[in-house]
């Protein structure tokens, strides 16, 4: 993950643990594509897609 | 940040009570401790003016040393965002608390040690004394990792203590830490926190925290638990079978609410009637006698009858909730409820009020969004709620046959179903218009960390059955039995001399006996609620009502239940033996001016339709008042509801009728 494109989202991201230079996992998409389920270490979030938009990241190798 | 005024204080040697403050990220195990420090003795509130749940209790630390808990709501971090944030954050920042010598206890996660981490580390810069109680030590043995407690604690500067509160390990030396607490001013976690902006103090926060745990916290191999939860994933939120499994467990659920809950709450009844019997056998006879039995009495009944079912159904959603199954269902349901203005959190209170609305309405404060809540708020008491069952029983069993199909069901079952249904429909349609009403710049959000799956935590889920089942006798209960006395009031008394003279004519009889319930009714036709019913009677004709209906539905105020009561004073008439059952003797009422049978099939579905939708709880709005904080919401939706079960019972007449 690089940054988030929103100050609100991204603090309550960042405490949850989803900061930049983590790596995060799409675990699932509800159907019809929102919301998601990501992972970060162990956390598990649930987020729609709107706010999963701002989430500027770069893919990993898995 | 803000600054602290939690008082500092060198020891507790010499204190006799000290304030112990839990502080913590959700789903860190704040209840659990919390509960194990205070068991029963502890109380539910709230935190002066915001609906957020304050919960206090006592506890004994040593043979001299007692102490106050208080738990605050939980938080991830010390900038707050929704109104259970901000009173952590109102609370640590309070000025005004100096009587009693505080200590701030911080649970902590340690299978998510650096999340848990970056709170500790802001209430650490506070400098107010501090112990951090480390969590779910089993989940990080399972998951085969290793912590240095001694370094850790020497990093941050405060006492650890490594405890698993769900089985109540480690409590007692937590408490023994709490006896021996030394203050020491603290390092300071980061430096000069105060000049920088939330976002990048997060980050240096961070930062420092992977320092330490790349030092003390040991890694040797991948996570069980979170592999274990990716697995149960797999099936309970499948984009299809989730749904399937989850309608599966709701209707397992309201099975289970209502064949158990049948036997006890015939108990409940018979015991009422015999006790209640009881007391106007050995009272004297008189005014007060008949207010402390139809009026009080009888109102307590009207209460304690649901808690059979209230309490099972908060059973299952606590259960539910415990092994963090229903974080997965506010998962699944957010898509659908997104699109009616709701929030996946909004299942939580639409399934309570399949009970009663009261305590649902009270479980919506989760939801963070204002316009989100509020719709929430609005629309739970359409769902079709445990005190609704009675008059639905009734009114179906009178006007459809039982023996009737609807191609291999039963024809009241499919019924009963389909009010339940339009409920649920009313619900969801009302908050997609009001989506388009209410305005709100706020933003909607559903971010929501999913637990991992666990076992129920017993002593939690049972805790919290006992705090809602009171919280539900207090609440509805204190508004049900005022209610009950002023329609006692009502229908005892009537204007001008008609109801002595009634009292008089009987007497004159002579042969009281067999008579007693067709005096009550002629009185109750001449008292105050009946001349109310036969005032609003022209205006509820249309609907296929008469002023005895009329009568009924007033009294129903109280709770809607009260319609089968008041339904069986006022048709004894002409029953003097009493052997016809009120089902019965409602089947055999005619019209006295056209001779037409009274509850033909469209009189039955109109009045099932009314009931469906109309706000006829006083305790409900008593909730509604407090929650919003004022009465232009309750307001509005007392009068929306009215409209909207008087247009539907007048439509639902003319097609029958």
């Known amino acids: 993950m690089e940054e988030v494109l929103d100050s609100q989202l991204s603090i309550q991201l960042y405490c949850m643990g989803c900061l930049p230079g983590e790596k995060i996992t799409i675990e699932r998409i509800a159907p019809f594509g929102d919301p998601m389920i990501i992972s970060v270490e162990d956390t598990f979030i649930s987020l729609r897609k709107d706010d999963a938009h701002k989430i500027c990241v770069k893919r990993t190798e898995s | 940040m803000i600054e602290s005024t939690l008082r500092k204080h060198a020891t507790l040697k010499d204190e006799e009570k000290v304030r112990l403050i839990l502080v913590g990220n959700p789903n860190s195990g704040k209840s659990s401790l919390f509960n194990h420090l205070t068991g029963l003795n502890q109380r539910v509130g709230n935190f002066p003016g915001v609906t957020v749940e304050k919960k206090t209790g006592g506890v004994k630390i040593t043979d001299s040393l007692k102490a106050e808990v208080i738990d605050l709501p939980g938080t991830y971090s010390l900038s707050p965002r929704s109104e259970d944030e901000q009173v952590t954050f109102d609370y640590l920042s309070d000025k005004n608390r100096k009587d009693l010598p505080e200590l701030m206890v911080v649970i902590a996660d340690a299978s998510n040690l650096k999340r848990n981490l970056l709170l500790a580390s802001q209430l650490i810069d506070l400098e107010v004394p501090t112990i951090i109680a480390l969590n779910m030590m089993d989940i990080v043995q399972r998951n085969n990792q290793e912590i240095d407690l001694k370094g850790l604690s020497e990093d941050l500067g405060v006492p650890v203590v490594p405890m698993n509160a769900r089985i109540g390990k480690g409590v007692e030396e937590l408490k023994k830490a709490i006896a021996e607490f030394e ?59 989730g749904y399937f499994i989850f309608l599966f467990v709701l209707f397992m659920m309201f099975q289970a609410i209502f064949s158990w809950s049948n036997l006890p709450m015939d108990w409940i009844e018979n015991g009422f009637l015999v006790f209640g019997q009881l007391l106007s056998d050995t009272l004297p006879d008189g005014v007060l006698t008949d207010l402390l039995v139809d009026g009080v009495w009888a109102g307590l009944g009207g209460i304690i009858i649901f808690i059979p079912q209230i309490t099972l159904l908060f059973t299952f959603i606590a259960i539910l909730e415990d092994t963090g199954y229903l974080a997965r269902v506010s998962y699944l349901m957010d898509a659908l409820l997104k699109r009616f203005g709701l929030n996946g959190r909004s299942i939580i209170p639409l399934l309570g009020g399949a009970a009663c609305a009261v305590p649902a309405i009270m479980s919506a404060r989760t939801i963070s969004n204002k316009k989100e809540r509020l719709l929430t708020i609005f629309v739970t008491p359409l769902i079709s709620c445990s005190a609704r069952i009675p008059v639905y029983t009734l009114l179906i069993a009178l006007v459809i046959p039982a023996e009737k199909q609807l191609w291999t069901f039963n024809l009241q079952g499919v019924v009963m179903m389909a009010l339940y249904l339009l409920g649920f429909v009313a619900a969801l349609g009302t908050s997609l218009a009001m989506k388009y009403w209410v305005k709100s710049e706020e933003r909607s959000h559903f971010i929501m960390e999913l637990p991992i799956y666990r076992q129920p935590r017993w002593k939690n889920v049972l805790m919290t059955i006992y705090n809602k089942v009171k919280l539900f006798l207090v609440e509805a209960g204190k508004i049900i039995i005022a209610v009950s006395v002023i329609l006692w009031v009502l229908s005892s008394y009537g204007p001008g001399e008609k109801m002595t ?30 001349h109310l019913g036969k005032a609003i009677e ?120």
């Open chain 2, 501 to 530: 003279e009634i009292d008089q004519k009987y007497e004159a009889l002579g042969a009281f006996e067999g008579k007693s319930e067709q005096l009550a009714s002629e009185k109750l036709e001449e008292s105050y609620a009946g």
């Open chain 2, 538 to 657: 022209p205006v509820i004709r249309p609907l296929g009502f008469d002023w005895k209906i009329g009568i009924s539905i007033i009294t129903s105020f109280a709770a809607r239940e009260v319609f089968v009561g008041t339904m069986a004073t006022l048709y004894s008439v002409g029953d003097s033996e009493n052997t016809l059952t009120i089902k019965e003797k409602m089947a055999r009422a005619q019209d006295p001016r056209t001779g037409e049978k009274v509850y033909t099939k469209a009189t039955g579905y109109s009045l099932l339709v009314f009931y469906a939708f109309a706000l006829q709880c006083m305790a409900t709005v008593a909730i509604v008042v407090k929650e919003t904080g004022g009465w232009k919401w309750p307001l509005i939706q007392l009068a929306y509801m009215g409209v909207l079960a008087y247009l539907a019972s007048f439509i639902v007449f003319q097609i029958f009728s």
């Open chain 2, 183 to 241: 203050y020491k001013p603290p390092k300071k976690f980061i430096e000069d926190h105060a000049s920088k902006d939330g976002l990048s103090n997060t980050v240096v926060r961070f930062d420092k925290i992977k320092l330490i745990l790349k030092q003390r916290l040991f890694d040797k191999g991948e996570s069980v638990t979170a592999k274990t939860t990716r697995k149960i994933d797999k099936l309970l939120v499948h984009p299809i079978w």
